[in-house]
């Protein structure tokens, strides 16, 4: 028997008539396509177990770009997100979906991706949870978010001084240019540390992460930020 890798089913749908194309976080092997063959079938419980936000044992084939799933087993049990967890799941479904290049590993990333939704299904602060695992994003993705110092003279982060933000630099003190994102030092720090926010400092870092994602996801807006929005 072919050993289990530890993985995550990050989005599913339909593939002729009987069968799921999945896209899978993978521990070892990142973002990975792969067919379910006849998971849909009348005598197969497969499609029960490949549901998103649930740990799996999965077994790969194959040695074109998309996969075969030939063995699945529950690897945990699964995470049960309510209200509106439910939608930040699909949120750090989405961006992992965009932003990580198929067959690229993340490690780290993985651990931290399932130590979100272990937090979000005990109830966390759905703000300081997305904010972490943002950050956490960026940095794998080696898109150097730079938070402990400012980026023209190197100098510390202060925590009562306000900067402004260049996404494609980092943090200035703030000279009321306008030209970047204001943002108090104490946040910056609580985001470079993965300290609790407090509540200017969640409102500060939903716009500067907002910013950051958006600047890297280009044109096309995120389908679950839309979703969240219209069901408010």
């Known amino acids: 028997m072919n050993e289990l890798s ?21 521990a070892n092997q990142g973002r990975i396509p792969a067919i379910a063959r006849g998971a849909k079938s009348g005598h197969s419980s497969r499609a029960l177990l490949l549901q998103p936000f649930s740990p799996l044992g999965v077994t ?15 690897d945990g049990h699964p995470y049960r997100l309510k209200q509106e967890m439910i939608y930040c799941g699909i949120y750090l479904n989405e961006l992992l979906m965009r932003l990580l290049q ?5 490690p780290s990333l ?75 030092g104490q946040t910056l720090i609580s985001l470079h540390r993965g300290e609790r926010l407090d509540e200017r400092g969640r409102v500060e870092a939903k716009q500067l992460m907002r910013r ?4 890297y996801l280009g044109d096309k807006p995120l389908k679950s930020r839309e979703l969240f929005q219209s069901l408010k």
């Open 212 to 215: 950051v994602i958006s600047y």
């Open 6 to 26: 530890p993985a995550f089913v990050i989005h599913r749908r339909d593939y002729r008539n009987t069968s799921l194309l999945l896209e899978l976080f993978l």
């Open 60 to 74: 790969l084939t194959g040695r074109g770009e998309v996969k075969n799933l030939t063995q699945v087993e529950p």
């Open 102 to 106: 198929r067959g690229d590993p993340y």
């Open 110 to 184: 993985y651990v931290h991706y399932q130590q979100t939704l272990a937090r979000l299904a005990f109830g966390e602060s759905a703000n300081q949870c997305l904010r972490d695992f943002e950050v956490s994003l960026v940095r794998e993705l080696g898109y150097g978010l730079l938070l402990d110092c400012t980026a023209d003279t190197n100098e510390p982060i202060s925590q009562g001084q306000i900067y402004e933000y260049h996404i494609e630099h980092g943090p200035v003190v703030a000279t009321g240019s306008g030209t970047g994102i204001g943002i108090h």
